[in-house]
């Protein structure tokens, strides 16, 4: 079974940058959308950033300027590059692919910002 795996999270202080990746275990055909979801403790699951398979993005309001979603399609890999970071960005993060029934889930990466 195919797995999505997510690093480049941590701790880092307001004003910081982190950096995360997502890649599939094994190979995936024909993945349209990627996108970037987040988790606060005692919040819903949000969208933070999306990414099309022509490259159309959309990102929430709050991340907007501070956050950019990018894919490699050779590598069915996405990025979400996070600058200025704030405090209330801290959440456990999780990268979805979307496929034409199916959707694949990341199993999470914590992401804490220090103030």
């Known amino acids: 079974q195919v797995q999505l795996v997510e690093s480049g999270g941590g701790l880092v202080q307001a004003g910081g940058s982190l950096r995360l990746s997502c890649a599939p275990s094994g190979r995936i055909l024909r993945i349209n959308a990627m996108g970037w979801y987040r988790q606060a403790p005692g919040k819903q699951r949000e969208l933070v950033a999306r990414i099309t398979s022509g490259g159309t993005t959309n990102y929430a309001d709050s991340v907007k300027g501070r956050f950019t979603i990018s894919r490699d399609n050779a590598k069915n890999t996405m990025y979400l590059e996070m600058n200025s970071l704030k405090p209330e960005d801290t959440a456990v993060y999780y990268c979805?692919?979307?496929?034409?029934?199916?959707?694949?889930w990341g199993q999470g990466t914590q992401v804490t910002v220090s103030s």
């Open positions: 979805k692919m979307e496929l034409l029934h199916y959707n694949y």
